[in-house]
Nanobody, 125 residues
């Protein structure tokens, strides 16, 4: 059992910024790889970013590289996604997901076992 809750979504103008947060209860996120996915209506789910266990490596989709940053806050047991220079095509429901991962390992391309409920991000003028 690994409850995940996303927060921080909302409406922002193009070029603006939002910071999403993924919070967990019951387990420390240090021992899990944590990813942010997004899905817009009519489009496939896309992995935006992932960070491995606490000493691991972060990955980014080409579409967000250089604009988004994933980070951990061990003191709060959260993982954040800082989104800068937002574009209308970033509009989607954003989900936090996790799987148990060895320390130092890179995020895999396989199954994520735990998911949050999603938070809506809308980029519009």
């Amino acid at each position: 059992q690994m409850p995940l809750v996303e927060s921080g979504g909302g409406l922002v103008q193009p070029g603006g910024s939002l910071r999403l947060s993924c919070a967990a209860s019951g387990s420390t996120l240090d021992y899990y790889a944590i990813a942010w996915f997004r899905q817009a209506p009519g489009k496939k789910r896309e992995r935006v970013s992932c960070i491995s266990s606490s000493d691991g490596i972060s990955d980014y989709a080409d579409s967000v590289k250089g604009r988004f940053t994933i980070s951990r806050d061990p003191a709060k047991n959260t993982v954040a996604l800082q989104m800068n220079s937002l574009k209308p095509e970033d509009t989607a429901v954003y989900y936090c997901a996790a799987y148990r991962a060895p320390l130092g390992s890179r995020c895999h391309q396989g199954k994520y076992d735990y998911w949050g409920q999603g938070t809506q991000v809308t980029v519009s003028s």
